[in-house]
Every structure is written in structure tokens, then in C-alpha cells.
């Protein structure tokens, strides 16, 4: 079973700043990593798809890296509306299904 | 346009059932394999079943196995879950979730999701 790991838990930042979140895989699982941003309220927002492609409308200020067993979402000049929670996420094929990390709550600081 | 709108979220009693609905609209219905994932409120994201795109295939995550059903129908465009034995730790909004190959592992369309309370 492959287990995602994200850290940290809550982050806080300043808009205008830099943020960078972790996703920690419990073994190698290629590039096959999506990033995840979900507000109060809302479903999830697909943001990144194998570690490092923008889904469609997302800003260029999000961007993925990573692949094996470390993942990174970089988040650069932070604008309001992107105080949130953020997931990472990777689509195992046996068993077949989802895992999901713990979650990187994005604060203002 | 893409829509996926859930149904069926309601207060039942432990040891209830219930059947989930989503209906699916703006894609080819039987080209994709779907999920639900729900959420406790304040907590994170838990996958709880795939319906591969026929419906002949379903997995389930661990805290559901055998209490939890998927299915779906093609000619209705619709996904169901039932779920049954229900116990207060199934609290959660559920989401239904379409898998897009377009995005390699990643989902870009969910529902906006039914809330679930199990209490007595």
C-alpha cells in the first residue's frame, strides 16, 4: 500500500511570498502524482496532473516537481485567493484506486 | 460542460442505509471509470470506491469493504453508492469524482458533493 506523506501540515505565508509544499511517497510511484486545492465549502481543484503538468486555467505561478518518492508544489507570489488547503493525490493500479496525503494548509501569515 | 451533481445525503441512524446518486452530464458517461471519495468535515480526502466503466469492475477502500456498494447505470448516466450498516465514522460529504484520462492521474471534475450524518 502506498502511502503519501505531506508536510508541513500548515504552512504560513505572506502574500507576495513563496510557498513550498511536500509530498512524500512510501515508495516509488514515477510521476504519477496530481496536486489538489480545496477551499472551505468547495470540491477539490485539480491544479497539477503527473507531478508536473498545469491542469487547464490554472496560473503559471503554480508549478509541480518531483517524481519517485519526492514531489514539490511551488507557489509563487501567493495572491489572496490562494490561502487554502492542498492535497497531492497518486492513482494506484493495483489495487485499483486513489490515495490521497494528509493535507498542507496554506495560511496567511 | 462537464456536471456532476450528487444526491441522496441524509441523516440516518447508525446501523441505516442509504443510496447515494450522481448524475452525470457533458462527457461520453461509459468512457470513464469513476470514484467516490468523501470527507469528514475539517479532515482530509478518503478514497471509497472505483466503478470501472462498465460497472463490471469495483474496488473499495478498506473502512467500507462490505458494507458499501457501487454501481452505475450507462443508459441513465448515472453512479450510485450504497451504503449500508452505516456507523458514525461514515459521517462525511461524499463526491462523486470522474477519472480523466486527459490528466493522466489526476481527476479534474468533481461534484459538489452530499453530506452524510450518521447519529442517532
Given at each position: 500500500?502506498?502511502?503519501?506523506?505531506q508536510?508541513?501540515?500548515?504552512?504560513?505565508?505572506?502574500?507576495?511570498?513563496?510557498?513550498?509544499?511536500s509530498?512524500?511517497?512510501?515508495?516509488?510511484?514515477?510521476?504519477?502524482?496530481?496536486?489538489?486545492?480545496?477551499?472551505?465549502?468547495?470540491?477539490?481543484?485539480?491544479?497539477?496532473?503527473?507531478?508536473?503538468?498545469r491542469?487547464?486555467?490554472?496560473?503559471?505561478?503554480?508549478?509541480?516537481?518531483?517524481?519517485?518518492?519526492?514531489?514539490?508544489?511551488?507557489?509563487?507570489?501567493?495572491?489572496?485567493?490562494?490561502?487554502?488547503?492542498?492535497?497531492?493525490?497518486?492513482?494506484?493500479?493495483?489495487?485499483?484506486?486513489l490515495?490521497?496525503?494528509?493535507?498542507?494548509?496554506?495560511?496567511?501569515? | 460542460?462537464?456536471?456532476?451533481?450528487?444526491?441522496?445525503g441524509?441523516?440516518v441512524?447508525?446501523g441505516?442505509s442509504?443510496?447515494?446518486?450522481?448524475?452525470?452530464?457533458?462527457?461520453?458517461?461509459?468512457?470513464?471509470?469513476?470514484?467516490?471519495?468523501?470527507?469528514?468535515?475539517?479532515?482530509?480526502?478518503e478514497?471509497?470506491?472505483?466503478?470501472?466503466?462498465?460497472?463490471?469492475?469495483?474496488?473499495?477502500g478498506d473502512?467500507?469493504k462490505?458494507?458499501?456498494?457501487t454501481?452505475?447505470?450507462?443508459?441513465?448516466?448515472?453512479?450510485?453508492?450504497?451504503l449500508?450498516?452505516?456507523?458514525?465514522?461514515?459521517?462525511?460529504?461524499?463526491?462523486?469524482?470522474?477519472?480523466?484520462?486527459?490528466?493522466?492521474?489526476?481527476?479534474?471534475?468533481?461534484?459538489?458533493g452530499?453530506?452524510?450524518?450518521?447519529?442517532?
Amino acid at each position: 500500500e502506498i502511502v503519501l506523506t505531506q508536510s508541513p501540515a500548515t504552512l504560513s505565508v505572506s502574500p507576495g511570498e513563496r510557498a513550498t509544499l511536500s509530498c512524500r511517497a512510501s515508495q516509488g510511484i514515477s510521476s504519477f502524482l496530481a496536486w489538489y486545492q480545496q477551499k472551505p465549502g468547495q470540491a477539490p481543484k485539480l491544479l497539477i496532473y503527473d507531478a508536473s503538468n498545469r491542469a487547464t486555467g490554472i496560473p503559471a505561478r503554480f508549478s509541480g516537481s518531483g517524481s519517485g518518492t519526492d514531489f514539490t508544489l511551488t507557489i509563487n507570489s501567493l495572491e489572496p485567493e490562494d490561502f487554502a488547503v492542498y492535497y497531492c493525490q497518486h492513482r494506484t493500479n493495483w489495487p485499483p484506486g486513489l490515495t490521497f496525503g494528509g493535507g498542507t494548509k496554506v495560511e496567511i501569515k | 460542460e462537464v456536471q456532476l451533481v450528487e444526491s441522496g445525503g441524509a441523516v440516518v441512524q447508525p446501523g441505516g442505509s442509504l443510496r447515494l446518486s450522481c448524475a452525470a452530464s457533458g462527457f461520453i458517461f461509459d468512457d470513464y471509470t469513476m470514484h467516490w471519495v468523501r470527507q469528514v468535515p475539517g479532515k482530509g480526502l478518503e478514497w471509497v470506491s472505483l466503478t470501472s466503466w462498465d460497472g463490471s469492475s469495483t474496488y473499495y477502500g478498506d473502512s467500507v469493504k462490505g458494507r458499501f456498494t457501487t454501481s452505475r447505470d450507462n443508459n441513465r448516466n448515472s453512479l450510485y453508492l450504497q451504503l449500508n450498516n452505516l456507523r458514525t465514522e461514515d459521517t462525511a460529504v461524499y463526491y462523486c469524482v470522474k477519472e480523466d484520462r486527459e490528466y493522466g492521474t489526476g481527476c479534474a471534475h468533481w461534484g459538489q458533493g452530499t453530506l452524510v450524518t450518521v447519529s442517532s
